[in-house]
């Protein structure tokens, strides 16, 4: 979705906000009767935990290449924001197993891409400083991804009138809108430490191509473990065009749509989602409005 409203604030001063959720009385399917619906978003909290936490190893490391006052605020209020972003997902992922839904081995298997496959390395010089480049232009990319699901559940009308959990909205949205207010943060980080249109095009290959995999891998798993489907069901492409069709869900046409953008060269995440919208939201999401008083 994209907006172009003059009226969009330029830019707003990043803040992490200290949220608490209570998942006490979170149901297994917290979309009801929507197995499939609620493990495609589930899928989320498997792998934001891991890697946000990488996110943020990376922006620390990348700190003394800011040479933009603005910029570097900027970034530092990212890395806080993303922090808290992976705890709260935690706290989720803590509830699953201690109520029968076993997720640990498929966050071992993250664990490792992001602190072995996408770890430091044991390089110096210019080999190191290019490794970190090349990370922070794959962070650029999931940050674009990021910034389009999160526009998505700020819109979606629909998990309301599917009764979805309120706690749950919550979280998605608070997070949501965070994503969309911070949402050319990398990108401008990326643009200033190197700017390759090459780096940055292939970066968003790469993610695509992983993401895509881990999302399908991670929701047959999630369907595998759900304590109530006891394996009896399995997901299916038709699953995820329905949930598409009924809005719980983003649509492969929305997501398609989404990525392109990213490969044109005057691209710029501003271009695209609602600060205004997401500013709207955490001035009534119940868990940022307890944070702050």
Known sequence: MSHTDPGEPDRVALQARDVAFDWSTLPVHWIPGEPFATHVINFLHLVLPEGERWFVHVFKQALPMVADDRLLEDVRGFIGQEAVHAESHQGVL???DAHGMDTRPYVEQVRWMFRTVLGDRAHGGRRAENWLVQRLAMIAAIEHVTAFLGQWVLDARELDAAGADPTM????RWHGAEEVEHRSVAFDLYMHVDGSYLRRSLAMVVAVA?????????????MAVDPVLR????????????????????SLGQVLRAVPSYFRRDHHPSQHGSTSQAIAYLAKSPAAQAAEH
């Open 94 to 96: 803590d509830h699953f």
């Open 169 to 172: 909205l919550d979280l998605l």
């Open 210 to 222: 992983v993401l895509a995999v881990l999302w399908v891998r991670g929701v047959r798993y999630l």
């Open 231 to 250: 394996g009896r069901r399995r997901p299916r492409w038709r699953d995820l065009l329905r949930s598409g069709r009924l809005g719980l869900t983003p």
